[in-house]
């Protein structure tokens, strides 16, 4: 439901999505207060979350021949479950955080790949790479699609310099 809170308004052929806004100064002052207050720790039971996708992931890339995970990998992930968890003032990293960044780095650990080793990493890791995955980002753009070819039909039937179309609930 959330998707439908969004007004796509098809303006001369520029499509203009409006957002609420946050003010400058107040993100400047959110970011501020996170940097200095918040400093998220991570339990020992989320590091064994990601040690086994670790083992995991280096099993299966030693059996596929692609490019090995490193530590380095690992740190990121760790690093970006803090950020993630300091984004939004948690004292500690929760098990959503972690699975946020297992997803990102997997994301871009995958696009790093062969086609054909990566098709397959895509595949396995598939339960890692749904988590929470943002949908709403498609609808938009089918929305936008559908309001352009609304007025790209109305241009054709009616004729003129058509600026906006409705488009009906019922539609």
Partial sequence: KQWYQ???AITAGEDQTQTDT???DLL???IMYARTKIKPKLHYVDQDKIASLYAELRRESMATGSIPITVRHIESMIRLSEAHAKVHLREYVREDDINIAIRIMLESF???Q???VMKNMKH???KYLSYKKDNNELLLFILKQLAK???VYSRSRHGGDIQTVEISAEE
């Fill in 28 to 30: 400047k002052k959110y």
């Fill in 6 to 8: 969004r007004r796509v």
């Fill in 124 to 126: 396995t890791f598939s």
């Fill in 110 to 112: 995958i696009d790093t």
């Fill in 114 to 116: 062969k086609f054909s």
């Fill in 22 to 24: 946050v003010k400058q």
């Fill in 149 to 151: 070819d609304q007025m």
